[in-house]
Nanobody, 120 residues
Framework: QVQLVESGGGLVQAGGSLRLSCAAS????????MAWYRQTPGKERELAAS???????NYADSVKGRFTMSRDSGKTTVYLQMNSLKPEDTAVYYCNVKYWKTGGIYSYSWGQGTQVTVSS
């Protein structure tokens, strides 16, 4: 079981910046992809950014050039640097990880979510 704890959300004016963190802990063999999703009321959760075990990042078109996903050297904490924020970035942001257990079984975990609100 892997637990994810997110932090760094808050209220910011349009054009401002926030940095989200997601720290993973628990029992696992190794991590695979880690990702940040976001969700607004009445809409499906959407992928904002992801990073592979090899460090390759991928971004939704709506955040490309403004958001940067990174991770620490231990590969158990990921970050989402969000610059030039827009009101449409307002959402609950969730951290997600795909991880492998011993025996070749994989599973997913979600964080509890952190609210990001961008005022115009």
């Amino acid at each position: 079981q892997v637990q994810l704890v997110e932090s760094g959300g808050g209220l910011v004016q349009a054009g401002g910046s926030l940095r989200l963190s997601c720290a993973a802990s628990g029992t696992f063999f190794r991590f695979d992809n880690m990702a940040w999703y976001r969700q607004t009321p009445g809409k499906e959760r959407e992928l904002a950014a992801s990073i592979t075990s090899g460090g390759v990042t991928n971004y939704a078109d709506s955040v490309k050039g403004r958001f940067t996903m990174s991770r620490d050297s231990g590969k158990t904490t990921v970050y989402l640097q969000m610059n030039s924020l827009k009101p449409e970035d307002t959402a609950v942001y969730y951290c997600n990880v795909k991880y492998w257990k011993t025996g070749g079984i994989y599973s997913y975990s979600w964080g509890q979510g952190t609210q990001v609100t961008v005022s115009s």
